[in-house]
């Protein structure tokens, strides 16, 4: 199983970036994905989750409102919309599927999620 996330980078206070997660080695669709983050030194957080279809998504308090995932399941790809980026959006952000089982759903996603891969880099300068 393969998940690489990019688009990450520099943007200004408010601006705004689109993450990608490509998935290969798994069914895609019978899998839900969520995204993470962490800060080097600090424990990983959870950002949104979205089901198999689509028709289904979640985000933490500090996502409502600014972020938006969504995905291409013909492209295997989920992606992250960013907007109104604040300095406590930096982080590395991950990709992540549900750990030991194969589920669309995101219940429980926050801790039964496993992230994979290096992750994508958000810089957000003030």
């Known amino acids: 199983v393969q998940l690489q996330a990019s688009g990450g980078g520099l943007v200004q206070v408010g601006g705004s970036l689109r993450l990608s997660c490509v998935v290969s080695?798994?069914?895609?669709?019978?899998?839900?994905i969520g995204w993470f983050r962490q800060v080097p030194g600090r424990e990983r957080e959870p950002v949104s989750c979205i089901s198999g279809s689509g028709d289904r998504t979640y985000y933490e308090d500090s996502a409502k409102g600014r972020f938006t995932v969504s995905r291409d399941n013909a492209k295997s790809t989920v992606y992250l919309q960013m907007n109104n980026l604040k300095p406590e959006d930096a982080a590395v952000y991950y990709c992540?599927?549900?750990?030991?089982?194969?589920?669309?759903?995101?219940?429980?996603?926050?801790?039964?999620?496993?992230?994979w891969g290096q992750g994508t880099l958000v810089t957000v300068s003030s």
């Open positions: 992540a599927t549900p750990e030991r089982v194969i589920t669309a759903r995101c219940d429980g996603w926050q801790t039964r999620f496993r992230p």
């Open positions: 080695g798994l069914a895609f669709g019978r899998y839900a």
